[in-house]
């Protein structure tokens, strides 16, 4: 199994290390990943309005590179995943967004969406499979409940994200259970957490983050685990705030396998005041 | 050489006033074939009749032009004119010098030219007119209804009571359909047992009607007043002569695990089970899948305990071929299913239910006894959410609709028939209807809603629920808009009940393919038309009775069944069907088997076999059309389409048209 | 070219020894030079005279429609579809013509046909794409266009775009030189009626000859019209037009308004699409009289 | 080419049996009138006109040729207007594309109430076909080999 | 300031007539609390032509692009579309931004290094500034 993949900013981030960690997980799995040679940012957010070309050229960059790789592109940052699944949709289905981009980017050969888009959880469940994941598992996390929170952008739209029930998801409390947790379901692992305010309206992240954290809590849950790194910036810095642990959930699968990572949380960076890297703290 | 006579009439002066009749009568004598031309005052008169009869007699006339006035208003007349003077009925034609010339031009040499052109171009199609026959069938005289519910209970019993017989054939084991499973009924609050259980009886009783449950038809061939119909009739595998309902097998069978359709899977039933105490036929049935007997081999239990000795595991399924003359769907809806709405989230908590399970929550024959209960806790809820159009008026934007494009149509109704129960059993409670329009069209209809909020106190809503949570400890919390105070509520509820979209009964697809009936877009059946046939299929002799047709309510139901039934009796009240002889034919020496024809055709009344055609003399092997002249209505669509000529329309035949075109554009 | 001559005569040996069939459609040198003529192979040894290179121009699917009827034991006919000719097979293949398990079908690579002129023909100018429908198997691979591609539908914008009497004068002079020599009719792979209703003595517009200018004009409108919404587009018409009137233009014009106010169509692309003139939307556009624009002529 | 102003267009009308029929039964019961060479086909169905009718119209001398059937959605045999819509759309389109004006085609639904409708459609068909003159026979697209 | 209505429902890409004036969108958005004009409102005053007075509108910054109103619409309008779509008209304007780079530099922490994922910051410039 191959894949090219693209890590994006923030898991390439100096201090970010959980886009190593999932590198290093599939590795152990048999998973051969090769990151693209050259990669820009995926444009952060999809450019919802139609008219918009320029914001959508770096993801048909990277997707080309995959196509030219002849290999599906992995991603596992959920804002990188919805952006470039998306460009590669209207790539496939919208003339027009196509030849318009095609005119600018120029490549040998037109592209026309023909680079499959995988993410991360996908391609354990479909191309390595949770049984055999759970069949590598050297340390299952016995006892723990695990709460699922899968955010926004790795599910919805459904039409084009498409890997899962965008109202009852099940791909990551399957992985969950592979390593041997106990995943716990809420009525708000779907719900926005609010991480994309965090910035403009500290006050309305930390309103949606905690509402995520509490029905997670009432519903038993020991943590809370994720892939998206906004959501798990979020989640611990204004939702969680020291109450209740949230996971990096590659790290949690990597820790399971044996590989012995720290399970990155919270602010992907360091503490500046305490050298802490849990930032959701008070120092 | 057809030997034609035409007759001029006058039609006292709305005719003769504008136009110079002895003109016309005397140009159109030099018109090929003409032998006889004469005028008179009225041709429609006993007199003008007469004229036809001795002129046919005196000049052999083998046809018969009469300009007068629309053929739509006196055709009929003068064709049987024609055929008491011996002459073929379809050997006349009418130039329709009034509405089209007499009454509309003011010149009257202009209208004299153009009467003597209508009345050539007539003469020009007669002369290609050849003799017709109406084709004559006989009628078998039984009825077949696929579909036990109210709809096809009430068509059954109506065409029974006319002195027919009546086929039913439902694919569960018991009639009742949908209607049995309902609590209470709208708008009269009266108990929906109460009233169809005697119908059920009547028709099981009925001298007249076969009942054929736990079957499915499996074949249909021929058409209107001639079907044959093969039915299969499941294997039940308990004897109906022997059995005597009395319900020790379903006792002691051990296998208890199976979900109960009738009860929307609120509750466990045995392997061997009658579905409802009062289903009919009152004989159980073995669900194959489910039984030990069938499954392992071991067990028995039911053979050994029945008293009558009716349980036989060898019964096979069995085929009935019969006749029928006419067809009724009436095969019913389904709710839709909600595995796409869990927003709802529905498949997540036991007590988020659809208004058909809350039907059976209610339902004092249900799963519950009528205990209003949450399913998950079987405590009484004190607040509940109903939530409308789950499932309906859908469009497809960025992805496929998850839903249905249209009105479900009785979901405004029976939701305020839920909250008025619910706040009858409970007063202490609280009822909130999210709506998006409330749609009470219908006597009684608006009032009885009106009532749910004004006496009942009901909460109605105008928004819709965004997304219910379940939070554990059997809370669900609702959040959705309330679009008039324009902000959004958090409602605490003990159940949601979702008022799911209906759909068609699965079985139509399948059935309309066997019957050639047409569906539209959303598998409900096509009426022959949308305002004046409603109850009919385009394919003669199939008829339309309840949803199977479009959303509709139990008093929308009955009345179209009633309807579907008269459709049916005015048809087997006949001996034989004397059809239109102006249909299709095809030529088989010039048919490619293109199958355009058979695309084109609205009535499924044409087919394709392979078959040895002679062109003079030559043989050869080739796919040919053949049109069923009983199914066929004469558009002509197929003629167009076909390229080499093959298909023509008697009557209308190209040639005849293009002679009129000569005629009138000389 | 050369060495798909040899995988073709290579496959039909095998398809021919191997008795999987009992004839191979394909070409042979004809009388004239740069002049491949379609021929069947009944035997291994008779296929070094096969031929297939840029001036091999002819379709053989229509000849299915009488070989493949041949009882011969059942056996399958094999026959060679060049990327265009596929398309006609599909139609052929979806109007019952010709039963697809009585042929054996191979696509062969394609790089243009030249004319005896050495110039590439308009029906390649415009070709349609070089991918293979229906067929068993393919031989050469997809061909490349290497040509600047002409717009399929400029010659119809052209004519659309002169004013009504410019038209008539063009038709008239294209119309003009027609002989009634039947070839365009029998070369089309649509055009396969049983029998022809300008053949027809009992379909009242029979014609046989060009006796009544009015009939000959008839002819082609009616023909264009039939094989509407059916036509694959194939350019044999006007390839095979003794006197060089261009009869793809007519066939265009409906396909390029069956796109416009149907929506985009192929024919003998898929074998379950009802054709559009066989199937309807109640949305359909209404007949363009009311586009004020098209209009009639100016009076001055 | 110069308009008389005697020039009567000769016009053939198709109407199906069901509502443009009787729709013109009604505007002559209302004394609506319209041009005497405006004469009228009886069809079962606006799908039953073959293009040959129309081509053989114009080849005859029609100027003018108008289809007219039930409005779309009506139809008396559930579909046959709409498989006629399409024959004419690319008919009429064709016949333009030939030389033939656009104008001398129509395509009308009328029902069996709109006499009214009827009447001014055939007013408005004939002054529209009247202003473009004589037509040019399609046979006249082929010259005669004198002239030639 | 000037905006023209069309322009948003081009970029939008979505047809707010389909909008059959439900309100599923308002009672699934988790931001409701803190929008001034909830969806809605937004596809209605579009609708009508009336994005003019949207241009202000607090729920231009409180939308958090989560999908809940496109994912949940039973009319395929996409809600989130069209405030995208007035957001993006609303910045237009030369020094419209929300977002400066000078606002940077508290993100930072005293090596240069990003105190929030990386991606925070991208989609914050790419959301409230052009």
Known sequence: MKFSYFPGCTLKAEAGRSGETAISAAGALGVEVTELDQWQCCGAVYPLARDEIATKLSAVRALIDAKRAGLPLLTLCSACHHVIKRVNRDMAEDSDVRDRVNSYVAPEVPYGGETKVVHFLEMLRDHVGFDSVAKRVTAPLAGQRVAAYYGCMLLRPSSAMGFDDPENPSIMEGLIAAIGAEPVLYPQRNECCGGYLAIENKGAAKRRASEVVRSAAEHGADCIATTCPLCLYNLTENGAAGTMPVYDLTALLANALGLHVEPSSGCAAVCSVCSERNSAHAC | ??????????????????????????????????????????????????????????????????????????????????????????????????????????????????????????????????????????????????????????????????????????????????????????????????????????????????????????????????????????????????????????????????????????????????????????????????????????????????????????????????????????????????????EYAYSRSPDVVTSLEFERLCNAAGPTKGHLVRPSDGKEPKTVVFVQCVGSREASGIGAMKGKPYCSKI?????????????????????????????????????????????????????????????????????????????????????????????????????????????????FFTEAHPKLRPVESPTAGVFLSGMCQGPKDIPDTVAQAGAAAAKVIGLLSKDRLVGNPCVASCDETLCNGCSACERVCPYGAISYETKTVVDRGAKDERRVASVNEALCQGCGACTVTCPSGAMDLRGFTGRQIMAEVDAICR | ??????????????????????????????????????????????????????????????????????????????????????????????????ERD?????????????????????????????????????????????????????????????????????????????????????????CSCVKCVFDNPGSGVMSKSNADEFEENMFHIIRAFHVAGRCTDCGECSRVCPRNIPLHLLNRKFIKDVNALFGPYQAGASLDDASPLTSYSVNDPEPGYKDKAKGGERVA | MPVESAFQPKIAAFCCNWCSYAGADLAGSSRLSYPADVKIIRVPCSCRVNPLFILRAFQRGADGVIICGCHPGDCHYTSGNYFARRRAALLFSMLDYLGVESGRTRVEWVSAAEGQKFAATMNDFAKTVASLGKCRRIGDLRCRTSES | MRVDNDDILRSSGTDVRKCMKCGKCSGACPSFDEMDFPPHIFVSMVERGDAAALLSSKSLWTCMSCFACVERCPRGVEPANVIEAVRASAMSPQGANRMRPEDVPVFLGAAGECLVPQQLLASAFRKYSR
Request: proline share 4%; glycine share 8%.
């Open chain 3, 102 to 190: 009585r042929v054996y079908a191979v696509g062969v690579a394609c790089s243009g046909i030249f004319s005896r002129e050495k110039t590439l023909l308009e029906k390649c100018l415009a070709c349609k794409g070089m991918e293979f429908h229906h067929c068993d198997e393919v031989i050469g691979g997809e061909g490349k266009i290497t040509w600047d591609k002409l717009d399929r539908f400029a010659g119809v914008e052209m004519i659309e775009s002169m004013t009504p009497s410019e038209r008539f004068e063009f038709w008239r002079g294209e119309l003009s030189r027609c002989i009634r020599c039947n070839a365009c009719r029998n070369v089309c792979p649509v």
């Open chain 2, 411 to 523: 979901c405004c109704m029976y939701t305020a028939k839920h909250a008025m129960l619910l706040r009858e059993k409970y007063p202490d409670s609280e009822a909130y209807v999210f709506y998006i329009d409330v749609r009470t069209p219908g006597k009684n209809f608006d009032e009885f809603y009106r009532r749910a909020a004004e006496e009942y106190g009901v909460h109605y809503i105008k928004g819709m629920v965004g997304k219910v949570c379940d939070e554990g400890n059997g809370r669900l919390t609702v959040r959705a808009s309330d679009l008039i105070e324009n902000r959004q509520l958090l409602i605490d509820a003990d159940m949601v009940v979702l008022a799911a979209a209906v759909e068609p009964d699965p079985s139509a697809r399948a059935l309309a393919t066997l019957l050639t009936a047409s569906m539209d877009t959303n598998d």
């Open chain 3, 1 to 98: 070219m050369q060495n798909v001559r040899e995988l073709m005569i290579k496959k039909a040996g095998e398809m021919l020894s191997s008795g999987e069939v009992y004839g191979v459609l394909a070409w042979e040198r004809g009388d004239f030079a740069c002049d491949q003529t379609p021929a069947l192979f009944t035997s291994p040894e008779s296929l070094s005279r096969l031929a297939y290179d840029e001036f091999t121009a002819p379709m053989l699917s229509k000849y299915l429609i009488n070989e493949a009827k041949k009882p011969n034991e059942g056996k399958k006919v094999m026959v060679f579809l060049k990327p265009c000719d596929t398309y006609n097979f599909g139609h052929l293949l979806s109007e019952h013509k010709v």
């Open chain 2, 1 to 342: 050489m057809t030997k034609i006579g035409v007759f001029v009439c006058w039609c006292g002066s709305n005719i003769a006033a504008t136009v110079d009749v002895d003109a016309v009568s005397e140009a159109i004598k030099a018109a090929p074939g003409v032998v006889f031309a004469t005028n008179y005052q009225y041709m429609c008169s006993e007199g003008g009749q007469a004229a036809i009869r001795s002129a046919v007699a005196e000049h052999g006339l083998t046809g018969v032009v009469v300009c007068s006035c629309s053929p739509r208003m006196h055709e009929a007349t003068f064709r049987k004119a024609a055929a008491g003077a011996g002459v073929n009925p379809y050997m006349v034609e009418i130039a329709n010098i009034r509405e089209q010339c007499s009454w509309i031009h003011k010149d009257k040499a202009e209208a004299t030219a153009k009467a003597i052109a209508l009345a050539r171009a007539a003469v020009a199609k007669l002369n290609l007119d050849r003799p017709l026959t109406a084709p004559e069938t006989p009628v078998t005289k039984r009825a077949l209804v696929i579909g036990g519910g109210i709809a096809g209970i009430q068509t059954a019993l109506d065409v029974a009571d006319a002195g027919y017989e009546v086929d039913v054939v439902e694919k569960s084991p018991t009639i009742g359909g949908k209607m049995a499973m309902l609590d209470k009924t709208f708008p009269t609050l009266d108990c929906a047992a109460c009233i169809l259980t005697p119908k059920m009886v009547d028709a099981a009783a009925h001298e007249k009607i076969t009942l054929y449950t736990y079957s499915e038809v499996e074949k249909v061939s021929g058409f209107v007043g001639n079907f044959t119909v093969d039915i299969k009739k499941r294997a039940r595998s308990v004897s109906v002569d022997r059995c005597t309902g009395c319900g020790v097998c379903s006792e002691k069978c051990p296998s208890k695990r199976a979900k109960s359709e009738f009860d929307q899977g609120l509750r466990e039933r045995s392997a061997i089970y009658i579905p409802f105490a009062q289903a009919i036929p009152n004989v159980p049935v073995i669900d194959r899948d489910t039984c030990l007997k069938f499954q392992t081999g071991k067990c028995g239990l039911c053979e050994k305990v029945c008293p009558s000795h009716a349980v036989d595991y060898s019964q096979e399924d069995e085929v009935i071929t019969k006749q029928y003359g006419a067809i009724v769907a009436a095969t019913g809806f389904k709710p839709i299913g909600l595995e796409r709405f869990d």
